[in-house]
């Protein structure tokens, strides 16, 4: 964890199935006559440093998602999650991210808020233009810079 400290969480259920695969068939392979006691090897059956995966993560994430995407990326992700689906729960983002204090958690639920506001005001937005009438509306074409027609 980036403050140093070791963490214990329950693996969720969907990757139990995804991770006996990497313990049973993967991991072995690339063990092969290593005595490396790390859970994430590379290919060379050594344990993968910290600096490894920083600079692989963003390698991989751009080949599957399209996006490369660093470890600080997945914290922002997980935190405004947490704070956008339960944020009733927001105090778990200091435990599972490692944050001394709540103001550092509180960051991401004040910015989870303004997503959501954002999104609420984006969709009352459409629904007035879905009920203007036709003659009521602005000229888009007027404003996007396209030739009427």
């Not at 440093?49 to 998602?65: H, I, M, W």
């Not at 991401?108 to 959501?116: E, K, M």
Request: hydrophobic share 35%; glycine share 6%.
């Amino acid at each position: 964890m980036k403050d140093r400290r070791a963490r214990v969480f329950l693996l969720p259920k969907k990757l139990v199935g995804p991770m006996r695969d990497y313990l049973d068939r993967f991991r072995p392979t690339l063990a092969q006559d290593s005595e490396a006691n790390a859970l994430w090897l590379n290919q060379y059956g050594n344990a993968i440093t910290p600096d490894g995966f920083s600079r692989e993560l963003p390698k991989v994430t751009r080949r599957f998602l399209g996006v490369p995407l660093r470890t600080q990326a997945f914290r922002h992700i997980a935190a405004t999650s947490i704070a956008e689906t339960d944020p009733e729960h927001v105090n778990i983002i200091k435990d599972i991210l490692g944050h001394v204090t709540l103001e550092m958690s509180e960051r991401h639920y004040n910015r989870a808020q303004g997503v959501s506001s954002c999104s609420q005001f984006q969709s009352i937005v459409e629904d007035i233009q879905d009920r203007l009438p036709i003659v009521g509306r602005a000229d888009q074409n007027k404003f996007s810079g396209r030739p009427r027609s």
